[in-house]
């Protein structure tokens, strides 16, 4: 585990996790944040709503998924970025993997996947969220990659700022989709827009890609 210096001013300590090293109660802690952030709005595709408290994960089911987390972090080697509040609380957290990808010539690519970025409720609007990318996007020049891919609901704004773009979700399929009735033309991504970082990365707009995976 790394800990870096106060970012974004004092009302914040940044921490970087590798797979191997989370323990599981700030797994658990991180889970309530993403089940918090991302309660789907079941009119706008890509928007999310605040969770009533009432729906939260508990007992068996809270600890079930707890252990898919940390079985996956370890799984795909992921690097969890965590800013936490001057209370000591875990505000915000960005996670990241290596990950290959198809290429329509049949050539593959190797990329940084950025996943699971979120901000408990009660500690929007002081910078967390923005912390924890960055920390996030700090990942790609060690891994030795040029490009970070995600997906991303109404906040693209955000991450445009930071210095992403967005490429278009059309040309991001899946080849091991499942459901094929709801998803037949195999797309790997169900938010509003895919995005890459950083902007100028090599990435052509019009070349479809295969992320052949099972979940992101």
């Known amino acids: 585990m790394e800990a870096a210096a106060a970012q974004e001013g004092s009302e914040t300590r940044l921490v970087v996790c590798r797979g191997e090293e989370l323990d599981r109660a700030v797994v658990e802690r991180c889970q309530r944040i993403l089940q918090l952030s991302f309660h789907k709005d079941p009119n706008r595709r890509g928007h999310y709503i605040p969770l009533p408290r009432g729906l939260l ?14 079985a996956q972090a370890r799984r795909r080697g992921e690097t969890w970025h965590l800013s936490y509040d001057c209370d000591g609380a875990i505000a915000a957290l960005a996670t990241t993997f290596e990950h290959r ?8 690519r190797d990329i940084l996947a950025l996943g699971d970025v979120a901000t408990h409720p009660d500690y929007r609007g002081r910078g967390h969220a923005a ?4 920390a996030a996007f700090g990942e790609l020049d060690k891994s030795g990659r040029d490009v970070m891919l995600w997906q991303t609901g109404q906040a693209q704004g955000f991450y445009a700022k930071l210095g992403a773009r967005v490429v278009p979700s059309d040309k991001i399929i899946n080849s ?7 998803n037949p033309r195999r797309l790997a991504f169900w938010d ?14 019009d070349e479809t890609v295969d992320l052949q995976v099972v979940g992101w």
């Open 176 to 182: 091991n989709a499942e459901d094929l009735e709801k």
């Open 101 to 108: 990808l198809l290429r329509a010539d049949g050539t593959s």
């Open 192 to 205: 509003l827009a895919a995005m890459i970082y950083p902007a100028d990365a090599p990435w052509d707009d």
């Open 57 to 70: 994960l508990r007992g068996e089911a809270l600890q079930t998924k707890v252990d898919e987390l940390y």
């Open 131 to 134: 912390v924890a990318v960055r």
